[in-house]
């Protein structure tokens, strides 16, 4: 396989990473509003995502890093393109970062619940608008024959992407609710198993109407396969969860966001951002790419990174493994 295929498939798997992880902390976000009753029930729910939340967004890093290396041509039309939701995107997770560290630094309730308030919208925000850009690059954009995007900002809203969006988010949420069930004791823990039951079904609908879409615009067996898989692990999830087996619905889940994802990334292939405008306009794997020094010189360092951030993340997962509920949490004073 030549080196530029090899990254291609790198970025997916950086990508699916990134989701997988920082889409249940995404979603434990959102249901500080949705599931959480008071000031204690919504930290018990920050406290479940606390010491991981920062470590998940370096598979973003990571993701961002070697596109604008492996696939300059592709990092400079898509972040010049999608220049304001990316912007938007980037300032949630600055102010999420601050709301994390900053909400327990003083007692006055309007201090607290103003970071909580911020939590909530720099969740939601981002988990919508991953969908829709990731909707808008399976579709195709408005490129020209100088890889440049011609399009402006209401191009990117349209159906086929907001959708992405209502998926992204939807399933985000039903992933951080499974989390919650897998990592709380007491009422919270019930109440988040009954969410995610009406979160799941919520989800398969939109879910399923996406990926059908998507395969009768671009797909092929393989991504064909990876829709089936994606379908049926979200439904084994919701099933999973309501026998009260939290771990294999949590697992489940994160097979959903993996074949999901895998699916998009396959309708894309050979193609990495596809031209609405002409076929011949496409960036693709090869004329996007940088040179085969520089892939080379990528490989090897991320051959002896990789591992390392997968051993002291896993080490991170292991030692904040136990449950918690109100009875941790120490009342305010």
């Known amino acids: 396989m030549e080196l530029h295929n ?8 950086l990508w699916i990473g990134y989701f997988f992880l920082e889409g249940f902390d995404f979603g434990v976000g959102v249901l500080t509003k949705l599931l959480a009753r008071d000031r204690k029930e919504r930290r018990v729910l920050i406290n479940t995502i606390g010491p991981v939340w920062d470590g998940n967004e370096v598979w973003l890093l990571s993701a961002g890093g070697a596109t604008f290396a492996a696939f300059p041509e592709w990092y400079a039309t898509l972040f010049s393109g999608f220049y304001l939701p990316l912007l938007l995107i980037l300032i949630c997770l600055i ?5 994390f560290e900053y909400r327990h630094k003083r007692p006055e309730e309007r201090w607290q619940r103003n970071w909580e308030n911020a939590i909530f919208w720099t969740s939601l925000l ?29 191009d990117l809203l349209n159906a086929y992407s907001l959708l992405g969006g209502l998926v992204t988010l939807s399933l985000f949420t039903f992933h951080g609710t499974v989390f919650v069930a897998l990592k709380t004791v007491g009422d919270i823990r019930g109440r988040a198993r009954g ?4 979160l799941g079904l919520v989800t398969a609908v939109l879910a399923l109407g996406f990926l059908i879409w998507t395969q009768g615009m671009h797909g092929d067996g393989s991504s064909l396969v990876a829709m089936i898989i994606a379908v049926a692990a979200l439904v084994a999830a919701i099933v999973a969860n309501q026998a009260g087996r939290e771990g294999w619905s949590f697992a489940f889940s994160g097979v959903t966001i993996i074949a999901a994802v895998g699916m998009l990334f396959l309708t894309l292939f050979p193609n990495v951002m596809p031209s609405s405008l002409n076929d011949a306009w496409n960036l693709t794997v090869t004329n996007a790419s940088s040179t085969p020094y520089t892939l080379k010189i990528m490989t090897w360092c991320a051959g002896i990174a990789t591992p390392v951030v997968l051993l002291y993340q896993g080490w991170t997962y292991w030692v904040f493994r136990k449950r918690i509920g109100t009875q941790h949490i120490a009342d305010a004073h």
Do not use: D, H, T
């Open 126 to 154: 981002p988990a919508f608008l991953w969908g829709v850009a990731f909707g808008n690059i399976v579709r195709g954009v408005k490129i020209n024959s100088e890889m440049e995007y011609v399009g402006n900002v209401f």
């Open 6 to 13: 090899v990254w291609f498939v790198l970025i997916a798997v």
């Open 95 to 99: 102010v999420r970062g601050v709301s």
């Open 195 to 198: 969410l995610a039951l009406k």
